[in-house]
């Protein structure tokens, strides 16, 4: 086994999910994925925890997504089971990239619906999702087998004490915030209010890797529009050139350049869905591409991303409303020219440059 394969599962064990003696850990992880968690129950074994694996292959997802008469239910034993865990890993990776892309996607979007309770049970325990560099993931992200792990694996061991350090420095600016204005090009120009509401630090916690930080607007402020230039892969589809306008938080209207049809089973799985739920702010500097990959992507310096659908609970101000749906979509903002963040009328960043770094 290669050693950094172990090493990951040291960092999730130790450092992400604080794997504890005596913790029921629930780890779900496609086969391609398998080294990973061999050695994820080799650390569950010397800390005393008592793991459990699940299969969790995009194919077999799509034969019951394309084959379901009626409509879904929310698995009953699947959520009993993230009841009684204490924690939960999650690992990503691909044989095959577009394997769900031919399943209609208001069929994913009444699937999600079911699932929401189970996720919010599973959201409610300690947590890490993670990526294992599988093949199917380096051909999306045009890179060889070889290069994509050297570059999921150098994410993952950043030194996270002095990373948590850096994006503290963006964490108390928004916390003192009322009001954050995002404009890039000539496209996107947005406001939104982010009183009373919590800023988390990202470091490699739930995410691995990290490197972002992120709030939840609120509910009812967010006004403007916003072009989201560079591409997600959702339902095994890519979309591009994303617009969309916001009135009184809301989505009032929205295009895509490619598969747009995919945004309308997004934004009509519910009325939370047509809400922003996140602002997150991307500060990882190791991450120096993009990569079709929104675990990676979204942590990129030089961006700053919104989400549509749930919000953190964790951000959200006892005084605020807490905007739920069963969707959570990131979409991404390039900001590394023509680009500035305002804070309550200050410039906190411009073209990718924090107020706090040295060539601002």
């Known amino acids: 086994m290669d ?64 084959n379901r008469d009626g409509e879904f239910e929310t698995p009953d034993h699947l959520l009993s089971l ?13 044989v095959n990239a577009t394997e769900q892309s031919d399943v209609d996607p208001e069929t994913n979007a009444a699937y999600r619906r079911a699932m929401q309770p189970a996720l919010k049970e599973r959201l409610s325990k300690r947590w890490c999702l993670t990526q294992f560099p599988a093949s199917g993931s380096a051909q999306l992200a045009g890179m060889s087998t070889d290069a994509y792990q050297n570059f999921v694996w150098d994410a993952v061991s950043l030194d996270w004490d002095a990373q948590r350090e850096h994006q503290a420095q963006m ?44 709030t939840a607007p609120v509910k009812e402020s967010v006004e403007g529009e916003v072009h989201f230039d560079m ?24 295009s895509a350049g490619r598969n747009e049809e995919v945004l309308d089973g997004v934004f009509e799985t519910d009325e939370g869905a047509r809400y922003l739920g996140e602002l997150g702010i991307g500060m990882n500097r190791a991450i120096d591409r993009f990569t079709y990959n929104m675990l990676f992507d979204e942590k990129m310096g030089d961006t700053v991303h919104m989400a549509v659908g749930s919000a953190y609970a964790e951000c959200v101000g006892e005084e605020n409303e807490l905007n739920e749906s069963a969707e959570h979509v990131d979409m991404i903002v390039d900001m590394s020219e023509d680009s500035v963040i305002e804070v309550d009328g200050e410039v906190v960043q411009r073209d990718g440059t924090f107020v706090f770094e040295e060539d601002f």
Request: net charge negative.
């Open 171 to 214: 964490v108390d600016i928004l916390d003192d915030a009322d009001e954050v204005r995002i404009r890039s090009g000539e496209e996107t120009d947005v406001t939104m209010s982010v009183a009373g509401n919590s800023t988390l630090n990202d470091y490699g916690e739930k995410n691995l890797p990290g490197g972002e930080v992120f």
């Open 3 to 66: 050693p950094r394969i172990r090493e990951h599962a040291q960092t999730i064990a130790d450092h992400s999910a604080d794997i504890r003696s005596g913790d029921d850990v629930v780890i779900s992880a496609p086969a391609v994925a398998e080294e990973l968690v061999v050695a994820l129950h080799e650390a569950c074994a010397e800390r005393g925890a008592n793991p459990v694996y699940l299969n969790s292959s995009s194919r077999a997802t799509r034969a019951f997504l394309k």
């Open 231 to 254: 591409p997600l892969y959702r339902q095994g589809r890519e979309i591009e050139d994303v617009r969309v306008r916001f009135e009184d938080g809301r989505v009032e209207s929205y």
């Open 82 to 94: 993230y009841e009684e865990m204490d924690a939960f890993v999650a690992v990503r990776g691909d």
